[in-house]
């Protein structure tokens, strides 16, 4: 089976580099890689030039955007029978593609996800945003682990789906956030097979600060009241958890003053994050960083979704996001 990689970028030229590196090194070479401009600003094309002899690469530049349609127009111009999209700040290791045919081989699906690691040379911010984005203890796990409370959702970080059943959903709707979420969700509403492959792992950067983690986890909980407003039995209880949290958070310090024993709720959770943090991940810095992580996340999540429930639900808007302007900062 020829499998063709579909990667937007948008200005991020080292990113793209990390990748393409990477999939050079591929065991199964049974593939091509093709590399969309998102209307960057800072191209990619000498690191696109650096590895067109090492690599079956395609580059196209189009205008921008966002990631859903840059996808879309790769679509159009594949060879393969099979697509991944993986997004361009992941690094993959070289038995990825091996693994993932082995699989599908083994036990075909229509798409498959993979979860996602720190490589060992990310940064410590890097590393405990990899935690609080794939802990169990921070809800993060449930995304991408084995231990499923229902059916898997690949996301598109690293997601393949066949080439007849990308065509037959009409690939990715116009959503700016959610759009992978959607996808999947109408895949599994339309009958199609999806599958968790868990040695089929990526090494995901993610945002490289916390400002940005935070607009990026922001708008994720505004895109879960969107797809609960399409698809009303996609919300289950643990998508409400970090919004129960961020309310939790600010009656905290309301009844700290009434109930002073209360005060030792918030640092045993810290404690609890740090400890699994540190078993994980064993950096002391990186398990400090990790509470940090983690709140981010949760508070991010928990206050995107609060402002979905009120700007959709309850005043009726269409689709709405934060950050529209500075989606990929």
């Not at 401009?37 to 966002?66: A, R, T, W």
């Not at 996301?155 to 059943?165: H, L």
């Not at 064993?282 to 206050?303: D, E, H, P």
């Not at 979905?308 to 950050?323: M, S, Y």
Request: include cysteine; charged fraction near 20%.
């Amino acid at each position: 089976m020829i499998y063709s990689i579909i990667v937007p970028v948008y200005n991020r030229p080292q990113e793209i580099e990390e990748l393409l590196e990477s999939l050079s090194k591929q065991t199964f070479k049974n593939f091509e890689v093709l590399v969309i401009e998102d209307g960057s600003q800072v191209p990619c094309h000498e690191v696109i030039e650096k590895y067109e002899q090492q690599l079956p690469l395609h580059y196209f530049i189009k205008q921008n955007e966002g990631p859903a349609m840059t996808r879309n127009f790769g679509f159009t111009k594949i060879n393969g029978e099979y697509i991944i999209f993986l997004d361009s700040d992941v690094i993959v290791p070289p038995d990825y593609l091996q693994i993932v045919d082995n699989q599908l081989k083994q036990k075909y699906s229509d798409a498959f996800g993979g979860p996602d690691k720190a490589h060992k040379s990310f940064s410590v911010i890097q590393k405990s945003i990899n935690y609080a984005m794939t802990s169990f203890i921070t809800t993060g796990g449930i995304r991408g682990g084995k231990k499923k409370l229902d059916k898997f959702y690949p996301r598109s970080f690293n997601m393949g789906v066949s080439k007849y059943v990308f065509h037959e959903m009409a690939g990715f709707s116009e959503m700016r956030f959610g759009e992978d979420l959607d996808f999947s969700i109408r895949l599994i509403i339309n009958g199609f097979t999806t599958q968790l492959i868990p040695n089929a792992f990526v090494y995901h950067k993610r945002r490289a600060n916390f400002r940005q983690f935070f607009k990026q986890v922001h708008n994720s909980g505004i895109a879960r009241i969107h797809l609960y407003r399409l698809y009303p039995k996609s919300l289950k209880l643990v998508h409400t958890l970090p919004a129960i949290f961020t309310i939790g958070i600010l009656f905290w310090f309301l009844i700290l003053f009434i109930f002073p024993l209360l005060g030792l709720i918030l640092p045993a959770f810290m404690t609890i994050i740090f400890l699994d943090a540190m078993l994980q991940k064993n950096s002391l810095l990186v398990a400090l960083s990790a509470i940090i992580a983690t709140f981010v996340q949760l508070i991010g999540y928990g206050s995107g979704f609060i402002r979905g429930v009120w700007n959709i639900l309850l005043l009726g808007k269409k689709e709405f996001q934060a950050f529209r302007k500075n989606f990929y900062k």
